[in-house]
């Protein structure tokens, strides 16, 4: 049974700092495409970063600089590292996965699983 579960949500001030971490459990970490979605209250899921299996990462434009997704194979952990936080990226944040798949995609039809979340909110 995949299990994700996402950890290290919650309240900033803007330009502040926050790690997410995600244990996943159930498939072979190692193998699978990663990545980090978003949704704030009233828009569309986004996603924010993925990490292929060999470490490649993409990241939508608007955290580019700020954000760093990364992956512990040894303890199947998938992480986002969230710097010069800002209001506009108060969303639930979600850890997905795609087993077996070498490439990655920011489309939410790709990913066969997702955790439920772990909420982010930036004041100002």
């Known amino acids: 049974q995949v299990q994700l579960a996402e950890s290290g949500g919650g309240s900033v001030q803007a330009g502040g700092s926050l790690r997410l971490s995600c244990a996943a459990s159930g498939y072979t970490f190692s193998l699978a495409c990663m990545a980090w979605f978003r949704q704030a209250p009233g828009k569309e899921r986004e996603g924010v970063a993925t990490i292929r299996s060999d470490g490649t990462t993409r990241y939508t434009d608007s955290v580019k600089g700020r954000f760093t997704i990364s992956r512990d194979n040894v303890k199947n952990t998938l992480y986002l590292q969230m710097d010069s936080l800002k209001p506009e990226d108060t969303a639930m944040y979600s850890c997905?996965?795609?087993?077996?798949?070498?490439?990655?995609?920011?489309?939410?039809?790709?990913?066969?699983?997702w955790g439920q979340g772990t909420q982010v909110t930036v004041s100002s």
């Open positions: 997905v996965a795609a087993p077996l798949r070498w490439l990655c995609q920011f489309e939410t039809s790709y990913y066969n699983y």
